[in-house]
């Protein structure tokens, strides 16, 4: 596709729930990002893959929140045991290589709210 | 522990003048720095950047300075236009990669006409 596409665009969940967000980069970049959007605060890093594997993984808050790639393209964000907390603006966003010196191309964001 | 701070939440400028938005940062071992521009319901889309060997780097209405002895960088944009209206996000990053950034909280831009 032309950019970063993310869905759901809203996902409204309890508390307790397992929740996934899906994010298609732009064909061809080996890069993928995560990061998190909480009111008021500007996007936070959650986890960086290259290709597969998970080349960074040291924004995500706890062991409830894990992140796959397998075949290098499609990620999925996964949420268990969903809080209140956890509620945000979940941002993805592809680039051709890791060092982008032209930053990265964001996706719209999945709004997650844990009610 | 805030390492790139956007001290201004908000500003407002003329049509035609110039926007000054400014960002503050405190980790020495940034080397990259990058200015992104988010519209409501969107992500948030690249602007531009500098590296830390420059102190200056410009792209048409927009020029980026930074200050490393001082910790500090600022956009300026002119003229200013009302479709500039957005929040403008600061961030930085170390180890000569992109891979993980750390934004700043943001500054919101009106522009009127």
């Known amino acids: 596709g032309a950019g970063v596409s993310q869905t759901p665009s809203n996902k409204v969940t309890e508390k307790g729930k397992y929740v996934e967000l899906r994010c298609d980069p732009i064909?061809?970049?080996?890069?993928l990002y995560w990061y998190r959007q909480s009111l008021g605060q500007g996007p936070e890093f959650l986890i960086y893959?290259?290709?597969?594997?998970?080349?960074?993984d040291s924004g995500l808050p706890n062991d409830r929140f894990f992140a796959v790639r397998p075949e290098g393209s499609v990620s999925t964000l996964k949420i268990q045991r969903t809080e209140r907390g956890d509620s945000a603006v979940y941002l993805c966003?592809?680039?051709?290589?890791?060092?982008?010196?032209?930053?990265?191309?964001f996706g719209s964001g999945t709004r997650l709210t844990v009610v | 522990d805030q390492q790139v701070k956007q001290n201004s939440p908000s500003l407002s400028v003329q049509e035609g003048r110039i926007s000054i938005l400014n960002c503050d940062y405190t980790?020495?071992?940034?080397?990259?720095f990058l200015w992104y521009k988010k519209y409501p319901a969107e992500g948030p889309t690249f602007l531009i950047s500098?590296?830390?060997?420059?102190d200056k780097n410009e792209d048409g209405r927009f020029t980026v300075f930074l200050n490393k002895s001082a910790k500090h960088l600022s956009l300026h944009i002119v003229p200013s236009q009302p479709g500039d209206s957005a929040v403008y996000f600061c961030?930085?990053?170390?180890?000569?990669?992109?891979?993980?950034?750390?934004f700043g909280t943001g500054t919101l831009l009106a522009v009127q006409p």
């Open positions: 500098i590296s830390s060997i420059k």
């Open positions: 961030a930085a990053s170390a180890g000569g990669a992109t891979n993980k950034l750390i």
């Open positions: 893959f290259q290709g597969t594997g998970a080349a960074d």
């Open positions: 966003a592809s680039s051709l290589g890791p060092d982008s010196s032209h930053g990265y191309t």
């Open positions: 980790n020495s071992m940034f080397d990259y």
């Open positions: 064909s061809g970049h080996t890069a």
